[in-house]
């Protein structure tokens, strides 16, 4: 499968999907792209230490905070960010994946939850550097795929 095949595909299943499954989805998708480590090689001149804390708190506390506290936190974190650009790339996934997930919860729009598939997807290409022509030939990149095929569409027999 190739990558444009890849995103088509997810956004057919983000369309088709349940409520509770795109929630579900949602949840655990957003809970992995802000998990603690991707914070670890943030270096101290690219955000302020208010920034640093409001970023580690969103993070921490995704799932609770509601879109408006998700909101505040992120202002917090644009405020302070340090640098014009060369974020480190576990920070930007984090900010990424914490400002699509706000907007879904402000806004309800399943888009949202399509652009973290396609961030989650990023984030196991930029450890494993999948080949466009193939996209599922690493056993990481084909297990996150069947991860997010397996949540939008439970149904689905595995691949």
Known sequence: MNYNELEADILR???GATEDSVRAFGEQTV????????????????LT?????????ACANVLTLSAAELHDKLATVYDGILVDD???TGVLTAISALAHWQSYLEQNRR????????????DV????SADLADFLA???????YERIR??????????
Do not use: H
Not at 125 to 128: A, G, S
């Open 138 to 144: 690493t056993p990481e990149m084909a297990a996150e």
């Open 49 to 57: 230490e208010e920034a640093r804390e409001a970023l580690a708190t």
């Open 86 to 88: 060369g974020l480190d």
């Open 13 to 15: 299943l983000v369309v």
């Open 111 to 122: 888009g949202e939850l399509y652009e973290l598939a396609i961030r989650s997807i990023e």
């Open 31 to 46: 809970t992995r792209l802000v998990r603690p480590e991707l914070l670890r090689d943030a270096a101290e001149d690219e």
């Open 150 to 159: 397996r949540l939008l569409d439970p149904g689905v027999k595995q691949g």
């Open 125 to 128: 290409d930029y450890e494993v």
